[in-house]
């Protein structure tokens, strides 16, 4: 017996692991390397290939059979991207033309807790016009001058420091000099593990499962009138 044949024989558990595993693996990848993540529409087309190799040609099994690899895609992705982001350190720096901006945020995530952003940049001109900017969703801002803000200077670098509470929520923050120079970071992230599950959760199945779905039922759909009509082997 061939492994083909093998594969074959037990298609119903042997398709939907390596769907699932090449479809964490791309997930993966598009976690640390974001210009990737195009890859993630492969996904449909490698659930059809499987399907198709391993001898699953009816509509039906291959319609459940690829709702199923998705959910658990979905659940196991979510996980994987909420646990990567909750745990970051909130450090980003930035270099335009000489000048450096550098922001860290602690913690960064965490429920009530009390966020410092601490911003550090060698800029030379005057920094009375910049300004920090803390936001979530359209739900909350909150634009500290540059005056209200704590800050030293030595040896060329300036270092800002700025204490606040934040309501429940998840926070993008940036930090600009000079009107066009600014710095852009997620966080802080005001929520609990779950909650933050539960969003990535939601974000995932908007952003890509819905499509990744659609796109997979277009696919099998077209093969099963084309089989029908005897144009192709579905």
Not at 86 to 105: H, M, R, V, W
Not at 146 to 168: A, F, M, Q, R
Not at 177 to 184: H, K, S
Request: positive net charge; glycine residues 8%.
């Amino acid at each position: 017996m061939t492994i083909r044949e093998f594969l074959t024989r037990h298609n119903r558990l042997f398709i939907p692991l390596i769907a699932i595993l090449y479809a964490l693996m791309v997930f993966s990848v598009s976690i640390y390397y974001a210009y990737l993540f195009l890859l993630i529409f492969t996904i449909p087309v490698v659930m059809f290939l499987l399907m198709h190799f391993l001898g699953m040609y009816k509509f039906k099994p291959r319609l459940f059979g690829g709702i199923v690899i998705l959910l658990v895609v979905l659940i196991i992705a979510g996980g994987m991207y909420s646990t990567y982001f909750y745990d970051l350190n909130g450090k980003e720096s930035k270099d335009i033309n000489g000048t450096s901006l550098n922001i860290d945020i602690s913690p960064f995530s965490g429920v009530d807790k009390n966020y410092n952003f601490t911003v550090t940049t060698n800029y030379t001109g005057s920094l009375n016009g910049s300004y920090l900017y803390i936001y979530s969703g359209g739900t909350y801002s909150q634009n500290i001058t540059y005056s209200k803000l704590n800050h030293t200077e030595k040896n060329g670098i300036t270092t800002i420091y700025y204490d606040t509470k934040l309501p429940s929520g998840l926070y993008d923050t940036n930090y600009t000099i000079a009107g066009n120079i600014t710095i852009t970071t997620a966080g802080p992230v005001n929520v609990g593990r779950l909650t933050f599950y539960e969003f990535y959760v939601f974000a995932l199945a908007d952003e890509y499962i819905a499509s990744i779905g659609v796109l997979y039922v277009i696919g099998i759909a077209l093969a099963y009138f084309m089989s029908k009509r005897g144009i192709v082997k579905s």
